[in-house]
């Protein structure tokens, strides 16, 4: 009970500074809006006004998920991993025979990864995509579509696309999730906390890299499908790996420790974004869905989060044991 | 009663189809105004309907009708209700035998009572390999008796992965319904042009992207 009271506060702490921060970004893009002449809104206050409000969205759902505890955050993530995996599968190759292999993935493989989250169940959550679903969905495919004629067009292509969608989407979002199935010995069940560490500590760590990226940023990284800069993630990461050492006291992790895995965590991240960045470029589009106001779609909001997160829970399994 | 029953099951058709497909409309070639218009679209699964449905303004859909086979809508009471009620289905029978109306004509006196018709030219539910297949002559027909309405092209993207012909659950992937410039049928222009032209202004939305 005391160390409930404790995650709380903490993270009712954590809340007044978010919604603190987005007071003083909403009062500045108000400000610029105001002293910007009546006619011809200017699109970039406008744009920047609208990912602020998005923002106050997800800080609210979020710490709402949060305070609820485990099963809130597991259907946050359930939900955002559905409408993730709806805008990926929306842009790969797929046919008639896939069919029931979708259902599948969205009806019975995405429900059962969650509900083994909420089990606990870190040896059947950890092998049902990377081995029954990626095992069994292919065999419904080749029986509904192998019966014609002609052979069965781009099934290898079809069936990686798909697999690689439950992969992302599912997969790796749930092991943010996940990470309140972790028994930190000293750390009782404050796991929600490093929930908001990591999600945090990428998200800021995105943020500085795309402001300091715009202003300073000259090597490009990955020019044909990105515009980040080694500048600007060299920043970000500095920023992440500062944050990540300041917020040492909502990890199980000692001061060096919490650094080094925001660095981590923050670098996947970045990873994430580029091979995010060069399927969108290869698939022609500019952002994966619409449903968030000014920032595109679920998974554009996800990627870094999405790539760090399994490999931030090994690593902290792996370290501090669990 | 009836009338209030078909507009909650209207509303929750939509609701159901934008919480699946998340729905959005591109209105590319016009803008959604209350101006009278044919809107014709791809057919390749019952979920069609409800698609255009959800996305047209709700100004807009109180005073548009689809066009529905009569053949397949009136066969039951619950059919019936929906395409009806709901859709406030212009009915037609597909079968010429069967017909006791001309169906042009049925569309033509929709128009001039004010509505906007959806009308789906392919005359089914397209079960082949091709994006679209040959337009029945009903969209021609239309457009010589009304050539002053605009007749707007709308591809519905992505509803032959959501619902193929012939299955039963939707998969829930995302949909947009694209709205293209207007088509008129020219003076003197034969039936198989226009169509054609019809068709190609159709093809022409579809977004392109490396999908089989």
Redesign the interface.
């Given at each position: 009970m005391e160390m409930m009271d404790e995650t709380s506060s903490g993270l009712l702490f954590l809340f007044a500074a978010c919604c603190g921060l987005l007071v003083l970004a909403t009062l500045i893009g108000e400000v610029l809006r105001a002293r910007l002449p009546r006619t011809g809104a200017h699109l970039v206050v406008e744009t920047y006004l609208t990912r602020v409000n998005s923002w106050w969205g997800m800080v609210f759902l979020f710490s709402l998920a949060l305070l609820i505890g485990p099963v809130g955050i597991i259907l946050l993530f359930a939900f955002c991993s559905?409408?993730a995996m709806?805008?990926f599968?929306?842009?790969?190759?797929?046919?008639?025979a896939d069919?029931w292999s979708?259902?599948a993935a969205?009806?019975v493989i995405l429900p059962l990864q969650y509900f083994l989250i909420w089990l606990g169940e870190v040896g059947l959550f950890s092998t049902l995509i990377p081995v029954y679903a990626y095992l069994m969905l292919p065999i419904l495919s080749v029986l509904r579509g192998g019966n014609k004629q002609t052979a069965d067009?781009?099934f290898l292509?079809?069936i990686s696309e798909t697999q690689w969608g439950l992969m992302i989407c599912v997969f790796c979002a749930s092991f943010i999730p996940a990470l309140v199935t972790l028994d930190i010995p000293g750390y009782g069940d404050r796991a929600p906390m490093l929930i908001a560490w990591l999600v945090f500590v990428i998200q800021m760590g995105d943020l500085m890299e795309y402001f300091t990226g715009r202003k300073f940023g000259k090597r490009k990284v990955a020019a044909a499908v990105s515009p980040k800069t080694l500048e600007g993630i060299g920043c970000g990461a500095a920023f992440a790996a500062g944050l990540g050492l300041l917020l040492t006291w909502m990890t199980p992790f000692s001061p060096l420790m919490a650094m080094v895995m925001a660095l981590i965590a923050y670098m996947i991240g970045v990873g994430g974004s580029l091979v995010m960045a060069a399927i969108k470029s290869?698939?022609?589009?500019k952002n994966w869905?619409?449903?968030i106001p000014g920032q595109g779609g679920f998974v554009d909001q996800l990627d870094s989060v999405v790539f760090a997160a399994p490999i931030f829970f090994h690593l902290t399994r792996y370290l501090y044991g669990g | 009663m009836r009338r209030f029953a078909a507009s909650i099951v209207g509303k929750l058709l939509s609701l159901f189809a934008q919480i699946l497909t998340a729905v959005r409309a591109d209105w590319r070639g016009i803008e959604p105004v209350a101006k009278q218009r044919v809107y014709y679209a791809n057919h390749t699964s019952n979920a069609d309907l409800p698609l255009i449905w959800a996305v047209l303004p709700a100004a807009i859909r109180r005073d548009t009708r689809a066009v529905a086979a009569a053949d397949y809508w009136l066969k039951n009471k619950l059919r019936a209700f929906i395409g009806r009620d709901v859709f406030q289905g212009v009915m037609v029978d597909r079968r010429a035998e069967h017909r006791t109306e001309d169906p042009i004509a049925k569309i033509v006196q929709a128009l001039d009572e004010g509505s906007s018709i959806i009308i789906f030219p392919e005359g089914g539910r397209n079960r082949s390999e091709d994006p679209l297949m040959p337009f029945k002559s009903g969209l021609y027909n239309i457009a010589k008796e009304r050539p002053e309405v605009d007749l707007v092209p709308c591809w519905i993207d992505n509803i032959s992965h959501i619902m193929p012909t012939g299955e039963v659950i939707p998969v829930p992937l995302a949909c947009t319904v694209i709205f293209g410039a207007p088509v008129h049928v020219k003076e003197g222009e034969e039936i198989g042009p226009f169509l054609q032209r019809a068709s190609d202004a159709l093809l022409e939305l579809i977004p392109n992207r490396g999908s089989a």
């Open positions: 559905m409408a709806r805008e599968l929306t842009l790969t190759t797929k046919s008639k069919h979708l259902i969205f009806y067009k781009d292509a079809r290869d698939r022609g589009i869905g619409h449903l | -």
